[in-house]
């Protein structure tokens, strides 16, 4: 591969002045400086490619994402914007008007607490409006699903059957299911939501990743999204860089095949093991020190000796943990537990979301190396949401400002289809603590805001930290990949409001031009 010169550009290198020219061979920086050191170093048969004075930064790294849930969400029912039950049904009913008899109706991302009046749905009305074909739909968390008579069937789900363990199978006065399942109730649905040709969707998708400037991601999602990208790796068309997660009903195959933590090549590597300790807010299911507003603490999916356990088989097998917590019990246990299994060098063990902290687990996370995977926009979407559930609770709530002061590592990501994968809204939800249109005025809690260079800094370093990355990825500079973006708006320098409109103009993988703006 010859040398590409980039050149042309505002280019912010993430730990070094701002420079003008970069400098690219074999997929990774050569040089990165002014016009004149990087073309002497460079050679005059370099390719240029001018890049119109934009601005560059380090390509963005989601560092938690479920790729094939939102890949297939691109093709199915979206309710995340819908305010009522009424409006959510006609768009269940308009898309069952065009399914083949069997073909399940999949989809969701509702959020019955945003709903007017906040109703909480059941089967007879998705019956209503797609009586034959089996309906399963998500809420925008990912913890309950809204499921029809014709899904619990094909499930095998009746009054007779109990809940699961860390689930909860809600059922009526009489003992019928209403068809919401919580948590490990959903369970039995999961066959029939799997996509039918992932590699196709997952192509689409990472298209889409490109075009909003993310060049690496976290992958939450489970197996046969680990096969689908093996496979476009294989016929050369991943376009994007993968670390990805191990789910947990399928830990013990894994440890078959001797997966380890950071196994595999710049393209493809082996993740953390994926663990829930807990549910989520807007379910009322995360598990809390004192009951949240109306009695509820939550549900431990998994007991804390269980947790010890696969944090332990975890370790020994050089794989690291990603845990799910939420509730501000679920992440002190969560921290009980990763130090009770004591110092694993060489892994890095991380908490998902960290939403609500006990005041003192915010030190004790930076002692014990744990690293903060958060993702901003739950923090600009959920503040109604905390301020009514956990009114009068001493919390510290989304914590980047606390977690960096204490030392602790901080990855940033989207958690889509939970929420848009957006990494510019992550920026701005960040800084301001306000949503899109400016309110609440000065910021939700805004001691915990931080500074539009280290909410960069974890939406690339410290994603690239968090899987053991930071000699690859991250910063621009020499020796590096050559993962970068150019943008029209210089986060830099300009407002966090005009950081929330940006435009990608290209976006570049490798050394090559992966994404660009018609």
Request: with cysteine; hydrophobic share 40%.
């Amino acid at each position: 591969m010859s040398i590409r010169v980039f050149r042309n550009a505002a280019i912010h290198t993430g730990d070094r002045p701002a420079a003008r020219v970069i400098a690219v061979e074999d997929g990774v920086i050569l040089a990165v400086g002014s016009e004149a050191e990087v073309r002497a170093t460079a050679g005059p048969a370099a390719d240029l490619v001018d890049l119109d004075g934009a601005a560059v930064i380090p390509g963005l790294y989601d560092a938690h994402i479920h790729t094939a849930q939102y890949a297939h969400s691109l093709t199915t029912v979206d309710l995340a914007g819908t305010r009522s039950l009424a409006e959510a049904l006609a768009m269940i009913a308009e898309r069952a008007a065009a399914l083949r008899p069997g073909e399940w109706l999949l989809g969701g991302r509702w959020n019955s607490n945003v709903w007017d009046p906040p109703v909480q749905p059941d089967r007879y009305a998705l019956d209503s409006v797609c009586p034959e074909n089996p309906v399963a739909l998500p809420t925008v968390d990912g913890h309950t699903c809204w499921a029809n008579s014709a899904a619990l069937r094909v499930a095998g789900i009746d009054a007779s059957t109990p809940d699961p363990v860390g689930g909860h199978i809600v059922k009526d006065a009489s003992g019928e299911p209403t068809g919401i399942l919580r948590e490990t109730a959903m369970h039995p649905l999961n066959p029939f939501m799997a996509a039918t040709d992932l590699g196709r969707l997952l192509r689409v998708g990472q298209d889409k990743l490109l075009a909003l400037g993310i060049t690496s991601v976290h992958d939450i999602d489970g197996e046969d999204c680990h096969q689908a990208y093996l496979e476009l790796k294989a016929a050369g068309e991943l376009k994007l860089r993968v670390h990805k997660a191990i789910r947990l009903p399928h830990f013990d195959l894994a440890l078959a095949e001797g997966r380890r933590t950071g196994q595999g090549d710049d393209w493809y590597r082996v993740g953390p093991l994926k663990v829930f300790s807990d549910g989520a807010l807007g379910s009322h299911t995360c598990h809390t020190s004192r009951p949240m507003t109306g009695g509820d603490q939550g549900i431990a999916v998994q007991p804390y000796e269980e947790l010890v356990r696969l944090f332990r088989t975890a370790a020994q097998a050089g794989i690291a943990v990603a845990t799910h917590a939420i509730g501000d019990q679920a992440n002190h246990l969560v921290l009980d537990a990763y130090e009770q299994i004591g110092p694993t060098p060489g892994l890095r063990h991380r908490i998902e979301h960290a939403q609500h902290l006990q005041p003192g687990d915010v030190a004790r996370m930076a002692r014990l190396g744990v690293v903060a995977s958060m993702q901003p926009v739950h923090c600009t979407s959920d503040m109604d949401l905390v301020d009514s559930l956990l009114a009068g609770h001493d919390l510290a709530s989304y914590a980047w400002r606390g977690l960096l002061d204490a030392g602790a590592a901080v990855a940033f990501g989207s958690d889509a289809p939970v929420e848009d994968p957006n990494p510019f809204a992550a920026l701005y939800a960040a800084v301001t603590r306000t949503r899109p249109d400016g309110s609440p005025i000065g910021g939700w809690q805004p001691e915990q805001r931080i500074t539009m260079a280290e909410a960069i800094r974890a939406h690339t370093l410290g994603a690239a930290y968090a899987a053991g990355e930071e000699d690859r990825k991250g910063l621009l500079a020499p020796g590096q990949l050559a993962d970068f973006i150019a943008v029209d708006v210089d986060p830099y320098a300009d407002s966090p409001a005009a950081v929330l409109g940006t435009r990608v103009l290209s976006t570049v993988v490798g050394g090559e031009v992966r994404y660009q703006q018609s």
